[in-house]
């Protein structure tokens, strides 16, 4: 192998990928990436935990090039507010206030922190490429009016839009670590979208249930008997 193409050496790793100083600036000035592979053994680079450890402190310059959205989709229902039980004989009507935080979470389940460098850095390549901005969490509260049957127990549910951004991470040292300038590692982050992304709209409901034996034996005792009351979520 030549000196010019063990310079422009990459290799490949779970996922992780390396290039030298040279072989980064070439494929820039060429518009190309340059994918020539050789063996590499795992102990001798970075773990994924380890590169976006590095972009998070700013120990690597990092981007996040190629973002790329999926379709927008309502997330799962959560409970968001208190649970209020109905020992009464009649229906407990009353308001309850609920409060709910959505954040986000990359490919390996760790969570995107609200204003960390992470986060700044995928609102960034989002914005240049969509002109439109991203945000790692939304919180969002009010109140509704629940209505509950005697011996049940009734709280309030939300369903936020979410959506996926794809792309890859490019973290570049000034000098060599684990061997090379430049490392690459392919991420995607999950997190709340606007409501009405791709027609899909944020849900809130009013969920209910049977109480359980133990639940409805609670209810003759003390204060609790005959009366709806609310337990804290």
């Known amino acids: 192998m030549s000196t010019t193409n063990r310079r422009k050496r990459e290799r490949t790793s779970g ?3 390396s290039a030298s100083r040279g072989a980064v600036l070439s494929a820039v000035a060429l518009g190309l990436v340059t994918a020539m592979a050789a063996p590499a053994v795992a102990a001798d680079g970075p773990t994924r935990e380890q590169l976006m450890a590095d972009c998070a402190s700013g120990e690597g310059k990092c981007s996040f090039n190629e973002p790329v959205l999926g379709k927008a989709y309502l997330g799962d229902f959560h409970q968001v507010s208190d649970s209020l039980f109905n020992c009464s004989t009649s229906d407990a009507t009353q308001s309850m206030g609920w409060s709910d ?3 986000s979470t990359d490919s390996a389940g760790v969570s995107v922190t609200v204003g960390g460098k992470i986060a ?7 914005t240049a490429t969509y002109s439109h901005t991203w945000s790692s969490s939304h919180t969002e509260n009010s109140s509704l ?6 011996g049940e127990v009734g709280w309030i549910s939300r369903a936020q839009v979410m959506q996926t951004v794809s792309g890859t991470w490019q973290t570049h040292y000034d000098s060599p670590k684990w061997g090379h300038y ?3 590692v392919p991420d995607t982050v ?3 979208a606007t409501n009405g992304t791709d027609g899909q709209s944020n849900a809130v409901t009013v969920k209910t249930r049977k109480m359980t034996a133990a639940e409805k034996s609670s209810c003759g005792s003390g204060a609790k008997h005959g009366r709806a ?5």
């Open 15 to 17: 996922g992780i990928r």
């Open 101 to 103: 935080t959505v954040g």
């Open 120 to 126: 700044d850095l995928i609102d960034l390549s989002v």
């Open 229 to 233: 009351f609310v337990v804290q979520h």
């Open 182 to 184: 430049y490392w690459f």
């Open 145 to 150: 009016t629940m209505t509950v049957k005697p």
């Open 190 to 192: 999950t997190g709340p």
